[in-house]
């Protein structure tokens, strides 16, 4: 059975919502990201040499060491409940809102963990990340309950974590 690494409070923790989500079956561990060891005592680099989560070893040994990889597998178990069907135009809008996610406005939150940052550069941060998420709201979300289409989907997940962290 593959097995997903991640912290409750990262960005692979959208990868454990998704999973539960869409009914895909995985075995998971959390990690230490500031020790880089698994709940079992393992060190983390020898499953995944980067030490980024989430990380997701398949049966095969292969290991998917980025969030937008993780999740687009995790999908791709369960075609059409977490994410519209490989191949669709529906699949290529959520594939545009998931990797501005994670290419945007995750860096940009990512930025507020800055915690010596001068005042200055934490302002110019703030104001990024305002423009990040009205640009998020203005062309992707609008009116909607969803990010992209009717139902929640690996980008909700994954933007819902990415918000967490601004509180």
């Known amino acids: ?7 409750a409070t ?29 709940s079992s005592g393992v060190d ?11 990380a997701l070893v398949l049966e095969d040994g292969t290991v998917l060491n980025e969030n937008i990889a993780v ?4 999908a791709d178990q369960k075609p059409g409940t977490i994410a ?7 699949r290529s809008v959520l594939l ?6 994670a290419t945007e406005v995750h860096p940009a939150v990512g930025s507020f963990f800055m915690p010596n940052a001068a005042a200055d550069v934490t302002a110019f941060f703030r104001t990024r990340v305002n423009q990040k998420l009205t640009y998020l709201n203005d062309k992707f979300i609008g009116d909607r309950q969803f990010i992209v289409g009717d139902s929640f ?15």
């Open 153 to 167: 989907t690996v980008v909700d997940s994954y933007l819902y974590i990415v918000l967490s962290w601004t509180h």
């Open 71 to 74: 999740q687009l597998w995790i």
């Open 10 to 38: 990262s960005c692979g923790a959208a990868s454990f919502i998704s999973a539960f989500t869409a009914g895909v079956a995985l075995d998971s561990e959390q990690v230490d990201i500031r020790s880089h060891v698994t």
């Open 96 to 101: 545009n809102a998931l990797s501005y996610v």
């Open 1 to 7: 059975m593959p097995k997903l690494y991640y912290t």
């Open 44 to 54: 983390f680099y020898t499953v995944n040499p980067k030490g980024n989560v989430p």
């Open 84 to 90: 519209p069907a490989p191949g669709t135009p529906e």
